[in-house]
């Protein structure tokens, strides 16, 4: 059996050319109208247009409120500031702008002709913001995706309980794609179920939709089980009092770690039909989780 291609990253995938079809160029498919010496921009988009939009607007379009966006801004300029601090030669984008393009770009995927046409920056600038801002977020990772520990443990299995009476869940655990160019090399092994190519991001949330755990980098045709079998989420779990569980989908293996529901062949008990709604209702939580993520 053939041996697995390097695990890649979205961002590997945006930046680096070999891994986009010979025959797609992002600027000229996009904007064929548009003369490169001549690019026409939106002037003042991050100065005046973004300011005006409604609660649900800014939401929508950055995948987080305008309180959660200057606490993320507060956050990474104490870490890891997004402007240098230079005195002479070009000015430079302002942080705000900067993480605005940064979020948009995850949020969206857009190309870099548009980020540079709605940003009023260079293709160069795109390039270098996106990649700044998304190693500025995964800086904050640790901050930010924490697996329960301690007295944590019991707080996220009460939550979770609290929904339907399912007792001992830390985590609801689940795969989703995440969509990429056709990649020069290895293309098959990123071609999922659905005739796409993509990655694989294997996300854990507790009951309040917070990640706890994730891992990403497994290309799109590989299972889930696989995934899992291979994260260090797999580990961990072995490591856990028994009385505790992750939740999945009949795609992962059943473990005392790791639950997942009866096979319905048409022939489950009442106890088994019950088992299995309060597993679907409990269990969902990752994939409503996914949903905010992706904007859906």
């Known amino acids: 059996m053939a041996s697995l291609p390097t695990k890649f990253t979205f961002l590997d995938l945006f930046f680096d050319d070999s891994l986009k079809p010979l025959s797609f160029d992002d600027d000229d498919f996009i904007f064929p109208m548009f003369e490169k010496e001549n690019r026409m921009c939106i ?16 939401r929508s379009h950055f995948r987080l409120t305008r309180s959660s966006f200057e606490l993320l801004l507060n956050m990474i300029m104490a870490k890891s500031p997004l402007v240098p601090n230079i005195q002479h030669g070009r000015p430079s984008v302002p942080a705000e702008k900067q993480l605005l393009l940064g979020l948009w770009f995850l949020a969206t995927s857009e190309c870099c002709r548009i ?8 293709k160069s600038s795109v390039k270098r913001i996106t990649r700044k801002v998304s190693e500025a977020l995964n800086d904050l990772k640790h901050q930010m995706i924490i697996w329960p520990v301690g007295g944590k443990i019991i707080e996220t299995a009460d939550k979770f309980k609290a929904i339907v009476g399912f007792p001992g869940v830390i985590g609801s655990v689940d795969g989703t794609h995440i969509m990429i160019p056709r990649p020069s090399d290895h293309s098959g092994a990123y071609l999922n179920r659905k005739k796409s190519y993509s990655i694989v991001l294997q996300g854990v949330c507790d009951a309040d939709l917070c990640f706890t755990d994730v891992y990403v ?3 799109g045709s590989v299972h889930d089980a696989r995934v899992y079998q291979n994260s ?24 005392g770690s790791l639950l997942t529901p009866f096979r319905d062949f048409g022939n489950l008990t009442r106890d088994e039909k ?11 939580t990752v994939e409503r989780a996914f949903g905010l993520l992706k904007g859906i």
């Open 115 to 122: 980020l540079c046409d709605r940003f009023d920056v260079s």
């Open 43 to 58: 002037t003042g988009y991050t100065e005046n247009v973004v300011p005006n939009y409604s609660f649900d607007e800014f």
């Open 274 to 284: 019950t088992y299995n709604w309060k597993h679907s209702a409990t269990r969902t």
């Open 232 to 255: 260090s989420l797999a580990s961990r779990m072995q490591n856990m009092p028994n009385e505790y569980h992750l939740l999945g989908d009949g795609a992962y293996p059943l473990s």
């Open 217 to 219: 980098g497994w290309p």
